[in-house]
Each structure stands twice: as C-alpha cells, then as structure tokens.
C-alpha cells in the first residue's frame, strides 16, 4: 500500500516528467521495452498540455492540426521526457484503432489519462 500523500508525488513527479509527444502510424508492438513508437512520424509537429486533474490523476491532451498528416492514418501515440522525442526515453505509448484519413481542415485530439493507485 502507498499512502495519499505519496500517490499526490508521484502524480506531481509524472506530469513533470513527461516533455513532448508524438503520433505514429503504427499499433501492434505493447512490449515494455519499447524505445520508440512503431512507426513515428518525426516530422509531424504535435502540441500537448499534461496536467493534474486531480491530486492522484494526469491528463494529457495531445493536438496536432490536419494540415501536418493530411492523407495520413494515426494509430499510436507516445509520451516522452526530452523535449525531442528522438533525444528522450519513451514513457509511455497508447495504440488504437485507426484514425483517418485527415484533411487539411480537421484536428486530431488524443487525450490521456493516467491515474497513480
């Protein structure tokens, strides 16, 4: 058992570590070892915020305009602590079903949420 109070540090110690995002293509691999994404698009420029909900939650909400992946179907994304994901450790990484194709007009939004029990 951890107490409420530690749950509340790691919560806080979470959302500090978690530096930048990215979306890929990919959706199979779940090992924990996984250093990358399956299929990272690199070049794609994402936008996050990650916050505390609440004392023992993290939300991270990750945008990206339809102009950078028009045509394109995302399948996963990650949470790095680097800035670059490239330079950074993947912290954690979220497959799905498929999701596009996107046009130039549309906005793909991925929210995560991760709770400290």
């Known amino acids: 058992m951890i107490t409420d109070e530690f749950r ?3 919560a806080t110690k979470l ?3 978690i ?12 090992s924990p070892l996984a250093t990358t994404l399956d299929v990272p698009l690199s070049s794609v420029s994402t ?14 909400k990750i945008e ?3 102009s950078n992946i028009t045509g394109l179907v995302i399948r996963e994304a990650g949470l790095f602590n680097h800035a670059t994901p490239a330079s950074g450790s993947l912290l954690q990484r979220v497959n799905f ?3 596009g194709p996107f046009s130039a007009t549309e906005r793909l ?3 995560i949420t991760m709770e400290v029990e």
């Open 64 to 66: 990206v305009l339809g």
């Open 47 to 60: 936008t996050f915020v990650a916050e505390k909900s609440s004392e023992n939650v993290v939300q991270v």
């Open 8 to 10: 509340k540090i790691l």
């Open 19 to 30: 530096l930048s995002a990215q979306i890929g293509q990919g959706g199979n691999t779940t």
């Open 97 to 99: 079903e498929g999701v």
């Open 109 to 111: 939004q991925i929210f």
């Open 15 to 17: 959302k500090e570590e």
